[in-house]
């Protein structure tokens, strides 16, 4: 469902009214000198989020929890990326904090959720399709939101 979720984030940038990022209140962080690559931030009541194209960290004052694209949520530090922009260095940092606890993970389904539904009343959902061409494999069959999905496991994660 992670990676979907990136899939749907990333069509949530080239939307055509404008990147739903920036309108739900993200910056976009370039490296200096280079347009690419960039990030997104946006601070939190508890913490901060980060967003890179198919990773996030999420913050709160007393854990973080990086969730990359193809790999097991894992336990970090702030410290540990914020001065990254490019996934790649991202995912090739060592990360110290083992796997996510489960108040991250739900945590991190709840954001998603509320991402997801702040997403819908702004722009609706049927700007999440593929470019013409090819369909990534990652793509759903008709464009559509996750809200539902993301309450749904977290509360099966409060229940483990």
């Not at 749907?8 to 209140?25: Q, T």
């Not at 991202?90 to 990360?95: K, L, N």
């Amino acid at each position: 469902m992670l990676d979907v979720q990136f899939w749907l984030m990333g069509r949530d940038v080239e939307y055509s009214g404008g990147n739903l990022l920036l309108r739900l209140g993200f910056t976009r962080q370039c490296v200096p000198d280079r347009p690419w690559p960039n990030r997104y931030r946006r601070a939190e009541a508890d913490g901060n989020v980060i967003v890179w194209q198919c990773g996030m960290f999420l913050q709160a004052s007393d854990h973080g929890c990086l969730l990359l694209r193809g790999t097991t949520p894992a336990a970090v530090a702030g410290s540990e990326v914020e001065d990254l922009y490019d996934l790649a260095q991202v995912q090739a940092a060592p990360h110290q904090g083992g796997a996510c606890p489960a108040e991250a993970l739900i945590r991190a389904s709840h954001w998603f959720a509320d991402y997801e539904a702040a997403v819908t009343a702004a722009a609706g959902v049927g700007h999440r399709v593929p470019r013409p061409g090819p369909v990534p494999a990652l793509a759903p069959p008709e464009p559509c939101s996750l809200e539902r999905d993301w309450r749904a496991l977290a509360v099966r994660l409060g229940k483990l």
